[in-house]
């Protein structure tokens, strides 16, 4: 069965600093890739999505980056942090040939 | 581009009611409807989905139903518990993209035991 992975679980970092979450899945080969941030109380933003290594969209401008490395990684990043960077993100994957989208446990990130 | 409105925003009810959530979606290109349910502190789950070649869908006390000429789309819990209480998401997929969702504001639903 495919399972997916996220670390760490929590974070609190000081504005101005790097970051870098990971996402791996299990047990499915060539997935589509999703990075989402929820806002306390709030729906899901869609970041970034990847279809294949190496293959990024962005969905909305900011400061955040995203890589692919491997079939079943997945990294989100950024170079100095913002306040308005804490938040909740999840990481999701998709079959190609399906649309059900399966998230991950998140990371909830807080920026002091 | 895809927009999907849900209704209501937070919805309580009493232990063995039912609850209706209801969603709107914009584009008649759509063609799934999922519905997640998340728990506090958790990534959302897949509990139901529906396609838009079928009306209706039931999985025991949960089901969904699709309008295509109206779009819109309803979740249905019936004998609610309280470990249904959760924040319930809609979504449509986008067609202006790849394989990309587009999801509603969700909906906090507390059942009182």
């Known amino acids: 069965s495919q399972t997916i992975h996220q670390w760490p679980a929590t974070l609190v970092q000081p504005v101005g600093s790097p970051l870098s979450l990971e996402c791996t899945v299990e047990g499915t080969s060539n997935p589509n890739l999703y990075w989402y941030r929820q806002a306390a109380g709030r729906g899901l933003q869609l970041l970034f999505y990847s279809v294949g290594i190496g293959q990024i969209s962005s969905e909305v401008p900011q400061n955040l980056s995203a890589s692919r490395p491997q079939d079943r990684q997945f990294i989100l990043s950024s170079k100095k942090l913002l306040l308005s960077d804490s938040g909740f993100y999840l990481c999701?994957?998709?079959?190609?040939?399906?649309?059900?989208?399966?998230f991950g446990p998140g990371t909830r990130l807080t920026v002091t | 581009g895809e927009n999907v409105e849900q209704h209501p925003s937070t919805l309580s009810v009493q232990e063995g009611d039912s609850a209706v959530i209801k969603c709107t979606y914009s584009?008649?290109?759509?063609?799934?409807f999922p519905w997640y349910k998340q728990e506090l502190g958790k990534g959302p789950q897949l509990i139901i989905d529906i396609r838009s070649n079928v009306g209706e869908k039931k999985d025991q006390r949960i089901a969904v139903t699709l309008n295509k000429t109206a779009k819109h789309f309803s979740l249905h819990i019936t004998e609610t518990q309280p470990e249904d209480s959760a924040v319930y998401f809609c979504?449509?997929?986008?067609?202006?993209?790849?394989?990309?969702?587009?999801f509603g504001t969700g909906t906090r639903l507390l059942v009182s035991p």
């Open positions: 584009d008649s290109a759509s063609n799934y």
């Open positions: 999701a994957w998709m079959t190609g040939d399906s649309y059900e989208q399966y």
């Open positions: 979504a449509a997929t986008s067609v202006s993209g790849f394989q990309k969702l587009v």
